[in-house]
């Protein structure tokens, strides 16, 4: 039923983000327009102002936000089923902050204007990179604990952002300005190309996490019982932490630092549908996908001048549900 109703939820809320915004558009001509693309009815024909809106600017927009929130909440689900840790997510894990450094590379050596999936893949390097140091580190010293995950997680995070200042430092002027509203986190601007990305590289990432739920609730009992079980612990493991970095980077490059969102959707959904992936990580995206829809609506109808930073909102929403989150854990440990 939980499933259900997210899944009706979405298209609603995705639909309502098209019609609302700094010019409203009228929902009864969108919902016309959108029918008569899947070929259910003939649509009577919008102005060619509102068609400009609609599909230059709303469509790419909300369509990004629902693949951004839906991914990163799958990789909240994973990251927290791997580390075998409720409260995991990858901004707490230093996995955002490795996308960022490495997207703000690419911008620094110019090679984001000149090949389009430069950012992404250096995001996703800089994911990769972060997230096997973390892993490395919290494993060395036997299994990851909550303090020590979180600590190894905030000092790797730290790191990144001490080198990413570095970078904005010696960066041209006029570069700096365009890198510190990305780092905000955001989608003004976005259009059907970054669309295309987040198609060929969040959604079938997503879709094999799904494949690999299966693997990933025996890898949350623990290594000897999935090994005593027939699983590769390590490579599996390694596995789904490459497609979390993946999704991680991509929805980086994409919107830049939208944190919480991984561990508000799975902590929340979890007592709705239980911990079981196949279940968990379907719900998850969903779930994902529309508190960043709602935030990005949000973000650009609060404040009628200019867009509000997309990852501040959902920081302001993200950090006290993880003080509570924590209080709540530290209680039952």
Do not use: C
Not at 296 to 310: C, F
């Amino acid at each position: 039923m939980a499933l259900l109703a997210l899944a009706a939820a979405l298209p609603l809320v995705i639909v309502g983000a098209f019609a609302l915004g700094s010019v409203r558009l009228p929902l009864g001509g969108i919902v016309d327009v959108l029918a008569s693309r899947l070929g259910l009815v003939a649509a009577r024909p919008l102005d060619p102002t509102t068609e400009t809106i609609l599909w230059v600017v709303r469509v790419p927009r909300v369509l990004l936000a629902a693949m951004v929130g839906g991914g990163l909440a799958v990789v909240g689900a994973v990251l927290q089923a791997v580390f075998r840790n409720p409260i995991a997510d990858s901004g707490l894990l230093g996995v955002s902050s490795g996308a960022a450094l490495g997207a703000v590379l690419a911008v620094k050596l110019g090679l984001a204007t000149t090949i389009f999936f430069a950012l992404p893949l250096a995001a996703f390097a800089g994911a990769m990179a972060a997230v096997a140091l973390v892993y490395a580190l919290a494993h060395s010293l036997g299994r990851a604990t909550l303090h020590g995950l979180l600590l190894t997680g905030l000092t790797i995070s730290a790191l990144a952002s001490a080198v990413t200042s570095m970078l904005l430092v010696a960066t041209e002027e006029y570069r700096v300005k365009v890198v510190l509203f990305w780092l905000a986190g955001g989608l003004d601007g976005r259009s059907w190309p970054h669309v295309q990305a987040a198609v060929l590289l969040i959604l079938p990432a997503a879709a094999l996490l799904a494949v690999f739920a299966r693997p990933l609730d025996v890898l949350s009992l623990g290594d000897e019982e999935a090994a005593s079980l027939g699983v590769r612990v390590h490579l599996t493991r390694l596995g789904l932490l490459a497609l979390a970095s993946l999704i991680t980077g991509t929805a980086t490059a994409i919107a830049g630092s939208v944190p919480f969102v991984g561990l508000i959707a799975p902590h929340a959904l979890r007592p709705l549908v239980g911990s079981l992936a196949r279940y968990l990580l379907p719900a998850s995206f969903l779930g994902g996908a529309i508190l960043v829809v709602i935030a990005d609506l949000a973000a650009r109808t609060l404040n009628e001048q200019m867009d509000l930073p997309l990852g501040s909102l959902t920081a302001l929403v993200g950090a006290p549900y993880f003080l509570v989150a924590l209080r709540g854990s530290e209680r039952r440990a």
